[in-house]
C-alpha cells in the first residue's frame, strides 16, 4: 500500500492567497484526520472525518479553514485567506477504526506564509 | 482538560545504551495510547500501541509500558543504535461521546533523542 499522500509537500505563499492542501488516506481506512504541527502547540487535531462526514471540527481554528472530503480517497483543507500565523506543517492521518486508534500518517505539507 | 507532557524534551547517549523516554498524562480515561516516531521532515510512524486493559506492548527492541492509574507510559529503547535517532511521540486516545464516534489522540510534544555513535 502506498500510505497517506499529501501534497503538496511545500508551499510558500503570500498573506492573503488562498492555500489548498490535499490528501489521500489509505485504502480501506474509514477515518481521515487532519492535524496541524508547530514548535509551540505541538501537534493538534483539526478536524476528523468519518466515512466522508465531518465528525468533529471543533479544532479549526477560525473560519479561514476548511475541510471537505468528497469521496472515501481524497480530502482538501483549504484556508482562505491566509496568515503568517497559519506557517506550519500540515498532516493528514487515516486509520482503520478509531476504538483501537492505530494512526498512520503522511509525511505533511510544510505551509510557509510570508 | 488533558495534557500529555514528555520529559526530557531531548537526550543524547552513546550508542548501545539501554534508555527509557517519559509520557505523563492528566487524566486517567483514556481508550489507549500510542508511541510513534518522528524523523526530520518527515510524518509520524506508529511504533506501539497499548490499549487501555493492558499493561504493556513489545516490538523488537521497544517496549512500552502503561499505568493508567498514575497517568505514566515509558517506552523502554534496548541496546540503542544511531538509527534510533529521532522525535519520539506519546499520544492517548481520549475519545469522544460527540455523536457516538471517537477519535481525538492528545500528543506531548516529543523527546527528541540522539544516539552517538
Known amino acids: 500500500d502506498a500510505g497517506v499522500i499529501q501534497s503538496p509537500r511545500h508551499e510558500v505563499t503570500e498573506m492573503g492567497q488562498e492555500v489548498t492542501l490535499r490528501c489521500k488516506p489509505i485504502s480501506g481506512h474509514d477515518y481521515l484526520f487532519w492535524y496541524r504541527q508547530t514548535m509551540m502547540r505541538g501537534l493538534e487535531l483539526l478536524i476528523y472525518?468519518?466515512?466522508?462526514?465531518?465528525?468533529?471540527d471543533s479544532g479549526m481554528p477560525e473560519d479561514r479553514f476548511s475541510a471537505k472530503m468528497p469521496n472515501a480517497s481524497f480530502s482538501t483543507l483549504k484556508i482562505q485567506p491566509s496568515e503568517p500565523r497559519d506557517s506550519a506543517v500540515y498532516f493528514c492521518?487515516?486509520?482503520?477504526?478509531?476504538?483501537?486508534?492505530?494512526?498512520?500518517f503522511g509525511e505533511g505539507s510544510r505551509l510557509t506564509v510570508l | 482538560k488533558q495534557e500529555v507532557t514528555q520529559i526530557p524534551a531531548a537526550l543524547s547517549v552513546p550508542e548501545g545504551e539501554n534508555l527509557v523516554l517519559n509520557c505523563s498524562f492528566t487524566d486517567s480515561a483514556i481508550y489507549n495510547l500510542q508511541w510513534f516516531r518522528q524523523d526530520p521532515g518527515k510524518g509520524l510512524t506508529s511504533l506501539l500501541l497499548i490499549q487501555s486493559s493492558q499493561r504493556e506492548q513489545t516490538s523488537g527492541r521497544l517496549n512500552a509500558s502503561l499505568d493508567k492509574s498514575s497517568g505514566r507510559s515509558t517506552l523502554y529503547i534496548a541496546a540503542s543504535q544511531p538509527g534510533d535517532s529521532a522525535t519520539y511521540l506519546c499520544a492517548v486516545n481520549i475519545g469522544y461521546d460527540y455523536g457516538g464516534s471517537q477519535g481525538n489522540l492528545i500528543f506531548g510534544k516529543g523527546t527528541k533523542l540522539s544516539v552517538k555513535p
Open positions: 492521518a487515516s486509520s482503520r477504526t478509531v476504538n483501537t486508534g492505530e494512526l498512520f
Open positions: 472525518f468519518n466515512n466522508n462526514v465531518p465528525i468533529d
